[in-house]
């Protein structure tokens, strides 16, 4: 019995993708846990690259089975579009091949429009969202209101319920937003056929996940965004509205708290981040440039789901020993090591100057970061395989964060192509 998590420890965009990627070569279910179409997976396949939002990543192997959990929100139009452009790369996704919790909630465009109106109304202090109506949808799970996937299998009583929902959306847009309604009777039309074919896919996946790991199959457990966006945990308010914690990848998926479970923390070697919040050690000056990219190349820090220019900094050593802590990670995985190529030095945040009392997850006041500077490295190490061939440079700023964040680092990834990866060890 195997079940291996895969979670983000900074503000998401880490690269998970190709991790989960990597690790489910042999895994028999890959399965996500929380968020919803504000996530998005890039992998690149020699020259095919698949924009995942939704549909988890290891799915692109003939034998995994991926599963959607009940910690999801998903929007059934992007996951039908999601569908048809793996179908149109040659993956063939059906109902055997893919399961959505019948308890994951449905994200309808009120809640994207919601999400949009709120952002719009909150002005200066708005948490720059997705606009993928994700704080909506939980909201309505919240309070009891949600539309549920096992509701799409009765279309009468789908429809009573998806009216009574835009009903009242709508009088939020018009009383409260001051904005146009949507018009009902295209959405439950609309809706009423995603229903139809979406259906089949609906399952218990708690149950298939439980006799998967009785069987002694692989699952992983693909987390979304990163663990500093956690509602609980996270930079509050400046959060999703889903827990991006490894503990929830059991609450998400339905399953009891296994005997042999292996947690993997995916930390890109320098910090980036979207949308509003405290960022320690954001950079402003030319090494943002480098580190960011201009946008040229796809895995530049732009975001895969809104465009956006993505903030950037130092790696922040403090929080990702806390985050590496709290989630009981067992192995980290480091990843775009190629970008830090060419600087003269290099740094890592080991301390604040002047901390929270509380916790270094504290950091509604500024926070000053102390750095260890390294000294950079000139080679291009995109071609890089073995560990020992990485310049000594490389190789003493990877085993510092070994060494402070006290867990191996197994995987070193110097490139985005799948084979682009140092072993170690
Ligand atoms: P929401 O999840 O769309 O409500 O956005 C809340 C915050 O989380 C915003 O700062 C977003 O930019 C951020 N966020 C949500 N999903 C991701 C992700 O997959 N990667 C990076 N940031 C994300």
Same mark, same amino acid.
């Given at each position: 019995?195997?079940?291996?998590?895969?979670?983000?420890?900074?503000?998401?965009?880490?690269?998970?993708?190709?991790?989960?990627?990597?690790?489910?070569?042999?895994?028999?279910?890959? !399965?996500?846990?929380?968020?919803?179409?504000?996530?998005?997976?890039?992998?690149?396949?020699?020259?095919?690259?698949?924009?995942?939002?939704?549909?988890?990543?290891?799915?692109?192997?003939?034998?995994?089975?991926?599963?959607?959990?009940?910690?999801?929100?998903?929007?059934?139009?992007?996951?039908?579009?999601?569908?048809?452009?793996?179908?149109?790369?040659?993956?063939?996704?059906?109902?055997?091949?893919?399961?959505?919790?019948?308890? !994951?909630?449905?994200?309808?465009?009120?809640?994207?429009?919601?999400?949009?109106?709120?952002?719009?109304?909150?002005?200066? !202090?708005?948490?720059?969202?997705?606009?993928?109506?994700?704080?909506?949808?939980?909201?309505?799970?919240?309070?009891?209101?949600?539309?549920?996937?096992?509701?799409?299998?009765?279309?009468?009583?789908?429809?009573?319920?998806?009216?009574?929902?835009?009903?009242?959306?709508?009088?939020?847009?018009?009383?409260?937003?001051?904005?146009?309604?949507?018009?009902?009777?295209?959405?439950?039309?609309?809706?009423?056929?995603?229903?139809?074919?979406?259906?089949?896919?609906?399952?218990?996946?708690?149950?298939?996940?439980?006799?998967?790991?009785?069987?002694?199959?692989?699952?992983?457990?693909?987390?979304?965004?990163?663990?500093?966006?956690?509602?609980?945990?996270?930079?509050?308010?400046?959060?999703?509205?889903?827990?991006?914690?490894?503990?929830?990848?059991?609450?998400?998926?339905?399953?009891?708290?296994?005997?042999?479970?292996?947690?993997?923390?995916?930390?890109?070697?320098?910090?980036?981040?979207?949308?509003?919040?405290?960022?320690?050690?954001?950079?402003?000056?030319?090494?943002?440039?480098?580190?960011?990219?201009?946008?040229?190349?796809?895995?530049?820090?732009?975001?895969?789901?809104?465009?956006?220019?993505?903030?950037?900094?130092?790696?922040?050593?403090?929080?990702?020993?806390?985050?590496?802590?709290?989630?009981?990670?067992?192995?980290? !995985?480091?990843?775009?090591?190629?970008?830090?190529?060419?600087?003269?030095?290099?740094?890592?945040?080991?301390?604040?100057?002047?901390?929270?009392?509380?916790?270094?997850?504290?950091?509604?006041?500024?926070?000053?970061?102390?750095?260890?500077?390294?000294?950079?490295?000139?080679?291009?190490?995109?071609?890089?395989?073995?560990?020992?061939?990485?310049?000594?440079?490389?190789?003493?700023?990877?085993?510092?964060?070994?060494?402070?964040?006290?867990?191996?680092?197994?995987?070193?990834?110097?490139?985005?192509?799948?084979?682009?990866?140092?072993?170690?060890?």
């Amino acid at each position: 019995m195997t079940l291996q998590i895969i979670i983000g420890t900074q503000w998401g965009d880490e690269g998970k993708g190709r991790f989960v990627d990597l690790l489910s070569a042999d895994a028999d279910y890959v !399965a996500r846990f929380s968020g919803g179409d504000n996530a998005g997976h890039t992998i690149r396949i020699e020259d095919k690259i698949y924009k995942l939002h939704l549909i988890p990543s290891g799915i692109i192997y003939p034998n995994t089975i991926g599963i959607m959990g009940n910690g999801m929100v998903i929007n059934p139009e992007v996951l039908l579009r999601e569908i048809e452009e793996l179908r149109q790369g040659g993956i063939a996704v059906t109902p055997d091949r893919l399961k959505v919790s019948y308890m !994951a909630h449905m994200i309808t465009p009120a809640h994207r429009l919601m999400d949009k109106a709120k952002e719009i109304k909150l002005g200066n !202090a708005k948490l720059g969202t997705t606009g993928r109506g994700i704080g909506p949808a939980y909201s309505d799970k919240a309070r009891r209101v949600g539309l549920v996937y096992k509701d799409i299998l009765n279309a009468e009583l789908f429809e009573e319920k998806l009216r009574t929902l835009l009903a009242e959306k709508n009088e939020f847009f018009e009383k409260i937003y001051g904005i146009e309604p949507l018009d009902v009777e295209s959405v439950v039309e609309e809706f009423l056929g995603y229903a139809r074919t979406l259906a089949p896919y609906v399952a218990d996946i708690s149950e298939v996940l439980r006799t998967a790991l009785l069987s002694g199959k692989k699952v992983i457990a693909e987390g979304a965004q990163g663990a500093l966006l956690d509602t609980d945990y996270g930079t509050y308010p400046y959060v999703t509205s889903s827990s991006c914690m490894a503990s929830n990848a059991l609450l998400g998926l339905g399953i009891g708290i296994p005997k042999d479970f292996d947690i993997v923390g995916i930390a890109k070697v320098f910090q980036t981040r979207v949308g509003e919040g405290p960022f320690p050690t954001e950079l402003f000056d030319r090494s943002a440039g480098l580190l960011r990219g201009d946008g040229s190349q796809q895995w530049d820090e732009f975001g895969t789901t809104t465009g956006r220019p993505r903030r950037v900094g130092w790696l922040d050593g403090v929080l990702l020993k806390k985050i590496v802590e709290m989630n009981n990670i067992s192995r980290l !995985a480091l990843t775009k090591l190629d970008v830090l190529s060419g600087f003269d030095e290099v740094k890592i945040c080991v301390e604040y100057a002047k901390p929270s009392e509380i916790s270094p997850l504290v950091l509604d006041n500024p926070v000053e970061p102390v750095y260890r500077t390294f000294k950079g490295w000139k080679q291009d190490i995109m071609q890089i395989t073995q560990w020992d061939d990485l310049p000594a440079e490389a190789k003493e700023y990877v085993s510092f964060i070994q060494e402070f964040i006290g867990v191996p680092v197994k995987w070193i990834s110097v490139g985005p192509e799948r084979n682009q990866i140092i072993i170690n060890g």
